[in-house]
């Protein structure tokens, strides 16, 4: 599997930055971020393929972007104006090494980082 480490959680109040990363033992296609908020369902929020290929959910499109740096194996996610509902345990993910199509369906990723805190105050 993947080692993946995620950092650059924390806390900010409604409307503020946050950049998290996520450094890989090694890419594979599709790298992910997810989130999972107290009481909730672990939830996609983008994806990026190693050509570039981005997709986002819809509650976040147009306030992150999701970025790699491929040389340092490193996965990142800008994320501006946040919000309270944003608030949520954030996860890098990487698809197998054998696959070739990306998704942001959880079930699809086998490697887990161990996640960083994103608390948004208001």
Do not use: H
Not at 15 to 30: D, H, K, P, Q
Not at 75 to 84: A, G, R, T, V, Y
């Amino acid at each position: 599997q993947v080692q993946l480490v995620e950092s650059g959680g924390g806390s900010v109040q409604a409307g503020g930055s946050l950049r998290l990363s996520c450094a890989a033992s090694e890419y594979t296609y599709c790298m992910g971020w997810f989130r999972q908020a107290p009481g909730k369902e672990r939830e996609g929020v983008a994806y990026i393929t190693r050509g570039g290929t981005t997709s986002y959910a819809n509650s976040v499109k147009g306030r992150f972007t999701v970025s790699q740096d491929n040389a340092k194996n490193t996965l990142f996610l800008q994320m501006n104006s946040l919000k309270p509902e944003d608030t949520a345990m954030y996860y890098c993910a990487a698809r197998s090494r054998s696959a070739t199509s990306c998704s942001l369906l959880v079930g699809l990723f086998v490697s887990w980082g161990q996640g960083t805190q994103v608390n948004v105050s208001s």
